[in-house]
């Protein structure tokens, strides 16, 4: 889904869909309701979509799509889009990336449905401390993101195509300054190292970091992660590992790292994910998968739940976002996000930014923002908003 003409209708991509029970929910197909925008590129496209009757079958009584420009390229994208699912117990995000094919993008879509149809669990704290998330931006601009929130803790970017060793130390450098010597630094390779590679660029960017809490993901293959933990002191987890693996608990067996990093959609939703850290063993960072705060709200009921928490979550990338889809976007303040009551997940919300004031030429786009609660929704049940 993105812009193409101004007003952001969605795009098809081809026969997209995913299998629910006997059904298929297809997207591409759909009637525009909403569009709103703030700027001429923060443009935030809603668009309410026919329901499909597998959906309809398991308790979804709406369904919008959505579109959302990232303030700058992240994961080797600038637009973040998805859809937004209503059910019993209040709305519930399905994002999965383009290009995860439909086999990998259902265990998404269970987290979703799931989320919209069941009451998360009781939360065990009121607030989730969270990192900076720092992309592959220029040392300059890594310093002023570092400060953003007052988090204590940065979760650094590295190892992409377009930067190179040096570029990265000089990024970690900078965010240090920025943070001061009690900051936790962590780096994210997003597995583009090979081991070689790996056992050469991180004693670098632990010098440069004068420390690492960790790396994340430096390598993809089971076997290069175990043999990072022997050969260097400094703790390793798993990330793709995790929600990219047919079998999630295979890295904890293989003793292929320290901490393992979860994220609720990929893998299957908050009950999901809390009964996989329990049969892991091994301590839990929750992060986001770059959502709406509508996602990032599940993924802080996840954070709140685990019987233990001793590392800052990857919870508040809603600063990635040029806009969100609620009318509180999910934010850090001091470092931790608040969770908000219960009720908020069920409430009527509106959109942010203001609707423009006329839809396209041809399209049946709404004039005004939904006042019931077929509108946008906000943070569900935890509200704060990655």
């Known amino acids: 889904m993105g812009g193409q003409n101004g007003w952001g209708i969605c795009h098809a991509h081809g026969a997209q869909s995913v299998r629910v029970g006997g059904g298929r929910i297809e997207w591409g197909s759909h009637r525009p309701t909403l569009f709103a925008s703030t700027r001429r590129r923060q443009l935030i496209t809603l668009v309410g979509m026919r329901l499909p009757s597998a959906l309809r079958e398991r308790g979804i009584d709406r369904v919008h799509a959505w579109s959302i420009p990232m303030t700058t390229r992240f994961r080797g994208i600038t637009e973040r889009d998805g859809l937004l699912l209503h059910g019993p117990a209040g709305w519930a995000e399905f994002s999965p990336f383009w290009d995860y094919d439909a086999a990998e993008s259902a265990a998404w879509l269970r987290a979703a449905l799931t989320d919209a149809a069941e009451e998360r669990p009781t939360p065990l704290r009121e607030e989730i401390e969270v990192n900076a998330t720092i992309p592959v931006v220029p040392a300059v601009l890594a310093h002023r993101i570092a400060t953003v929130g007052g988090a204590r803790t940065a979760k650094i970017k590295v190892a992409d195509p ?222 704060v908003r990655r």
């Open 162 to 383: 377009g930067s190179t060793l040096a570029e990265d130390a000089e990024r970690i450098e900078a965010v240090r300054d920025a943070m001061g010597p009690g900051a936790r630094l962590r780096i994210d390779a997003n597995a583009a190292w090979t081991l070689e590679e790996a056992l050469e660029a991180l004693p670098v960017l632990e010098r440069a970091a004068g420390g690492l809490e960790y790396a994340e993901q430096p390598c993809a293959a089971l076997e290069d992660l175990a043999a990072l933990r022997r050969a260097l002191d400094i703790p390793i987890a798993a990330d793709e590992s995790v929600r990219r693996a047919e079998d999630p608990l295979l890295v904890a067996r293989a003793e292929a790292a320290d901490l393992l990093v979860m994220k609720v959609q990929p893998l299957g939703g908050v009950q999901r994910c809390l009964e996989l850290a329990e049969q892991a063993g091994l301590p839990v960072v929750v992060s986001s998968a770059l959502e709406s705060s509508v996602g990032l709200s599940a993924g802080l009921a996840l954070a709140a739940a685990l019987p233990e928490l001793p590392h800052a979550c990857g919870l508040a990338t809603g600063t990635l976002l040029t806009g969100d889809l609620v009318a509180e976007p999910l934010r850090a303040a001091e470092g931790c996000c608040p969770l908000a009551a219960p009720s908020r997940r069920r409430s009527c919300w509106t959109v942010t930014p203001p609707v423009r004031s006329s839809p396209p030429a041809g399209s049946s786009g709404s004039r005004t923002v939904p006042r019931s609660s077929d509108q946008a929704p906000a943070a569900r049940r935890p509200a």
